[in-house]
């Protein structure tokens, strides 16, 4: 690993304790470099806060040593006024001159602006360093800037015998204690939880991170024709909601009903609202028919699956895979769990 392949992957590294709190910006480290010595460092904590590069010249004791140091920073330094100002000047008002970036910003709004901005105030900028490990970082950014819609992430869990719940979608627990903690886990990490009407009805799911500290997700369901009772779960009004439907209904404090046209497909339909109102990730944990539908439309990101030692005899049974090679294979508890990636990543 070189000089600059090190102090990347700490900032890398870095970044990734922004994960859940970021969003919807991408999460970003930053390492500030002196005579070959991290003398600050930092990443982007919360929504609204301090970027990574400003928690990090921040946290230079001595900033007359920032015109001689080497700034890391994962992410090219944004050029606009948003919730805060412009990280590009920042850096060239603090004397920076040497910036080293992994990945340049697709949001049109920087999109090479910020690396302009640094060169003409004289900075030198070397750009890729870890190029592939940033892009794997941000993928649910980088998804959402250049597709135009949420990273998706397919989840379910089946038996042995390759059933998702029992006969008339039944529920029952599937998967242990240990697979069940890190689903919600992965709740935290995605900003929005979509499930169909049948699984509103038959589980009355919450949808929340009651087994795992974080943000609890943008709960959204799909119900086309107002099916799920007001007494469910989902519209309980304990956390933001959105409904997908084709009937006009009133929304309530904190739950919104979207309507769709009937007359077109519904999946577009859903995804580009997503993308309009800023939703960057989703995690469906619908049924059968509702993730057999993504996969179909080739519709997905990731798929994690995870299988069960326990047998159901009969049921509902899981969605059919497409013919993938896994990317990963793990244990969690007696469960295993199977990773895919989608090949039409941008990567």
């Known amino acids: 690993m070189s ?10 590294d870095l970044a990734a304790l922004g994960t859940s709190w970021a969003r919807p910006n991408p999460i970003v480290g930053c390492v500030v470099v002196h005579e ?4 600050g460092e930092g990443w982007h ?5 301090p970027h990574a590069e400003v928690n990090a010249l921040n946290s230079v004791q001595d900033k007359s040593l920032l015109p001689h140091c080497q700034v890391y920073v994962t992410l090219e330094p944004c050029s606009h006024y948003g919730k805060t100002p412009p990280c590009a000047d920042f850096l060239i008002q603090h004397g920076v001159r040497d910036v080293v970036i992994c990945n340049t910003d697709p949001n049109p709004l920087v999109s090479g602006r910020g690396i302009r901005k ?24 980088f998804t959402f800037q250049i597709r135009k819609r949420p990273y998706l992430v397919l989840k379910w869990a089946e038996s042995a015998d390759g059933f998702i ?15 069940k903690q890190l689903v919600h886990k992965w709740r935290t990490e995605e900003q929005a939880i979509l499930v169909g009407t049948r699984t509103a009805l ?3 799911p919450q949808l929340n991170t009651r087994h795992w500290p974080g943000p609890a997700p943008l709960r959204i369901a799909i119900d086309k024709h107002l099916n799920i009772p007001a007494t469910h779960h989902l519209l309980d009004d304990s956390q933001p909601t959105l409904v997908y439907t084709y009937q006009e209904k009133q929304a309530t404090i904190q739950t919104t009903f979207a309507i769709l046209s009937p007359d077109e497909d519904f999946l577009p339909q859903m995804l580009t609202d997503l993308y309009q109102r800023n939703v960057q990730s989703v995690l469906v944990e619908g049924g059968t028919l509702l993730l057999e539908a993504f996969l179909q439309a080739n519709l997905w990101d990731e798929i994690r699956v995870l299988k069960s030692p326990k047998k159901l005899g009969e049921g509902v049974k ?3 895979l497409p013919a993938l090679p896994f990317s990963s294979r793990m244990k969690v508890g007696d469960d295993e769990l199977t990773v ?3 090949q039409h990543q941008f990567l």
Do not use: W
């Open 318 to 320: 899981a969605p059919q």
């Open 118 to 141: 640094l060169t003409e105030a004289g900075c030198k900028v070397h750009i890729g360093v870890l190029k592939e490990e940033g892009l794997e970082l941000n993928r649910r950014f």
């Open 45 to 49: 904590q919360r929504y609204g806060g």
């Open 3 to 12: 000089r600059d392949e090190k102090y990347m992957q700490r900032a890398l």
């Open 340 to 342: 895919y990636r989608n």
């Open 202 to 204: 038959h589980d009355n």
């Open 36 to 39: 070959n010595k991290i003398i």
């Open 165 to 179: 719940a029992l006969p008339n979608y039944q529920a029952t627990q599937i998967s242990g204690s240990l697979a």
